[in-house]
């Protein structure tokens, strides 16, 4: 079975320093991953994903995330933080053996970036 | 070009009720999917229609029920609602049914069961 862990439920960091929002996934065989973020009162929005190949993706809005196969995990970063990236952010996994196209989402992280 | 758009984008009903759910994928998109997503948790997958074909179903009771029509639109049908149901359901599309093909969601129905 599939599943993604978000350890953190909030994270707390000041306008222009790096963040990081942390995911570990399992599943079986090789991973699709994806992040996604969610305003309020909206739907989820696209980030990045990885496929295969560079293990470090990079995505929309100055989003990017590291794949670490050994350690199952793959982890958001952002090297400067605005607070217009204040939000909620999930991290998904789809396994390369499903038959079709279902995401598993974690619990979400909810990102505070203070002025 | 138009996101995922769906409608209504909040419904009241009470327990027993039935709910139809409407979605329109964006343009030139074949793949529409169905989740649920409940108040402080992730999204949680109940269907995926592709090419008008059922692609795959979560564990979601049969009183859960959706299709998808030869513009590649589609409606969730919820039957007898429980309370339980009040969640957001949120409609994702992608180009393809293939499975690299990120989702792109729409701003999802707020579904309350009174």
């Known amino acids: 079975a599939q599943s993604v862990a978000q350890p953190e439920d909030q994270v707390n960091v000041a306008e222009g320093n790096p963040l990081t929002v942390k995911c570990t996934y399992s599943?079986?065989?090789?991973?699709?991953l994806f992040w996604y973020v969610q305003y309020p009162n909206r739907g989820l929005q696209f980030l990045l994903k990885y496929i295969t190949g560079d293990n470090l993706v990079k995505g929309s809005y100055g989003f990017e995330a590291e794949f670490n196969k050994s350690q199952t995990s793959f982890h958001l970063k952002k090297p400067s933080a605005l607070v217009s990236d204040s939000a909620l952010y999930f991290c998904a996994v789809r396994g390369m053996n499903t038959g079709f196209q279902k995401l598993v989402f974690g619990t979400g992280t909810r990102l505070l970036v203070s002025p | 070009d138009a996101g995922v758009t769906q409608s209504p984008t909040h419904l009241i009903k009470t327990r027993g009720q039935h709910v139809t759910l409407r979605c329109s994928p964006i343009s030139g998109h074949k793949s529409v999917s169905w989740y649920q997503q409940v108040l402080g948790q992730g999204p949680q997958f109940i269907f995926q229609y592709y090419e008008k074909e059922e692609r795959g179903r979560g564990n979601f009771p049969d009183r859960f029920s959706a299709r998808q029509f030869p513009n590649y639109s589609s409606e969730l049908n919820v039957n007898a609602l429980l309370l339980g149901d009040s969640a957001l359901y949120l409609c994702?599309?992608?180009?393809?049914?293939?499975?690299?093909?990120?989702?792109?969601f729409g701003d999802g129905t707020r579904l309350s069961i009174l």
């Open positions: 994702a599309s992608s180009l393809s049914g293939a499975r690299n093909q990120p989702q792109h």
């Open positions: 599943v079986s065989g090789n991973p699709y």
